[in-house]
Nanobody
Framework: VQLQASGGGLVQAGGSLRLSCAAS???????MGWFRQAPGKEREFVGS????????YYQDSLKGRFTISRDNAANTVYLQMNSLKPEDTAVYYC????????????????????WGQGTLVTVSS
């Protein structure tokens, strides 16, 4: 499984971006997660989506602004980010895992088997 994240860029505060994560290989049965890492900070959980889109989890502070969706036919997962703030500036990573789907499992980056290369999002004030 290979993952390719894209869609990052420079945006003004209050703006929106949609990140994409294109997967090669059979990923339709994999749950997908998004993480981000700001300079000097640890990688943090953004959100996740189950393989059939039946369940999503989000970091509490991002609920209402970020939305994850997926198109299994296109092997692509999306992260829609609205009302962006300067503190959202980070490298965003997508990741995939199979197996148990719970918040505790999905929110821990150590539980993912596959990672994309990351895409930089910069939000200017």
């Amino acid at each position: 499984v290979q993952l390719q994240a894209s869609g990052g860029g420079l945006v003004q505060a209050g703006g929106s971006l949609r990140l994409s994560c294109a997967a090669s290989g059979h990923t339709s049965r994999y749950a997908m997660g998004w993480f981000r890492q700001a300079p000097g900070k640890e990688r943090e959980f953004v959100g996740s989506i189950s393989w059939n889109s039946g369940s999503t989890y989000y970091q509490d502070s991002l609920k209402g602004r970020f939305t994850i969706s997926r198109d299994n036919a296109a092997n692509t997962v999306y992260l829609q980010m609205n009302s962006l703030k300067p503190e959202d500036t980070a490298v965003y990573y997508c990741a995939a895992r199979s197996g148990l789907y719970t918040y505790t499992v999905m929110s821990n980056f150590k539980n993912y088997a596959y990672w994309g290369q990351g895409t930089l999002v910069t939000v200017s004030s």
